[in-house]
């Protein structure tokens, strides 16, 4: 969730992360803010994808949206309704490339001004 949330505030992109609990009984679904990233538990029998198609039908036809998944069907209703959709594989790719433009970024704010104590970590 934290690299999810560092890929927000570089990119300024909304981030909806939906974790599917369909199987976790008793489970009344959870919503809530962690730091920058919107974050969702499903209720028990309660899919991630029928809450990621419901989420992308009530948004409707949007080019700034884009569903990450590898499902297929995710896919298909993605542009059904309108929006972009990539790959986990796709996504992942982007997120090292701006997870690489945050590095260089701080490397060129530590050389600019040698007092700045400011530490590069390593992806979480």
């Known amino acids: 969730m934290?690299?999810?949330?560092?890929y927000s505030a570089f990119t300024k992109n909304n981030i909806v992360?939906?974790?599917?609990a369909y199987k976790v009984p008793g489970n009344r679904g959870e919503r809530f803010d962690f730091h920058n990233i919107h974050?969702?538990?499903t209720?028990?029998?309660?899919?991630g994808d029928v809450y990621i198609e419901k989420l992308v039908s009530e948004i409707g036809k949007n080019e700034q949206v884009r569903v990450i998944s590898s499902d297929g069907l995710i896919q298909l209703s993605a542009?059904?309704?309108?929006?972009?959709r990539a790959s986990a594989a796709e996504f992942e790719?982007?997120?090292?490339a701006v997870h690489?433009?945050?590095?260089?970024?701080?490397?060129s704010v530590r050389e600019s001004n040698p007092k700045t104590n400011l530490e590069i970590s390593s992806k979480e």
């Open 93 to 96: 790719r982007e997120i090292d």
């Open 79 to 84: 542009v059904r309704f309108g929006v972009l």
């Open 39 to 41: 974050v969702v538990y």
């Open 43 to 47: 209720k028990e029998r309660e899919l």
């Open 2 to 6: 934290h690299i999810l949330c560092n």
């Open 17 to 20: 992360l939906v974790f599917d």
């Open 100 to 107: 690489a433009k945050i590095s260089d970024y701080l490397q």
